[in-house]
């Protein structure tokens, strides 16, 4: 079965920095789209960001010219660099993997754990 680990959550101070990476576990043939999705307390699950496996981003508006993300096709996992990190950015981030191929069979999507991101002073 396919499966996505998450790793990066952790405290930062407003500003500052972190990298979250998410990578696919198992035998996998092809991801079309790989992305990052957030959830904070009371709110709904949105889009941070995807990235097709051409290459081609697509970010919420909230984060554009602050988070940037990046895949490694030969490594099946994908990368979320997020700068000037503003306590709103508070949230549970969930990898996401959109039509994936693998050994196991296809997946019309699949979701990772989640990992907390905590933006405060």
């Known amino acids: 079965q396919v499966q996505l680990v998450e790793s990066g959550g952790a405290l930062v101070q407003p500003g500052g920095s972190l990298s979250l990476s998410c990578a696919a576990s198992?035998?996998?043939?092809?991801?079309?789209?790989m992305g990052w999705y957030r959830q904070a307390p009371g709110k709904q699950r949105e889009l941070v960001a995807d990235i097709t496996s051409g290459g081609s981003t697509n970010y919420a508006d909230s984060v554009k010219g602050r988070f940037t993300i990046s895949r490694d096709n030969a490594k099946n996992t994908v990368y979320l660099q997020m700068n000037s990190l503003k306590p709103e950015d508070t949230a549970v981030y969930y990898c996401?993997?959109?039509?994936?191929?693998?050994?196991?069979?296809?997946?019309?999507?699949?979701w990772g754990q989640g990992t907390l991101v905590t933006v405060s002073s």
């Open positions: 198992g035998k996998i043939f092809s991801i079309n789209a």
């Open positions: 996401h993997a959109e039509r994936v191929l693998g050994s196991t069979g296809w997946y019309r999507e699949v």
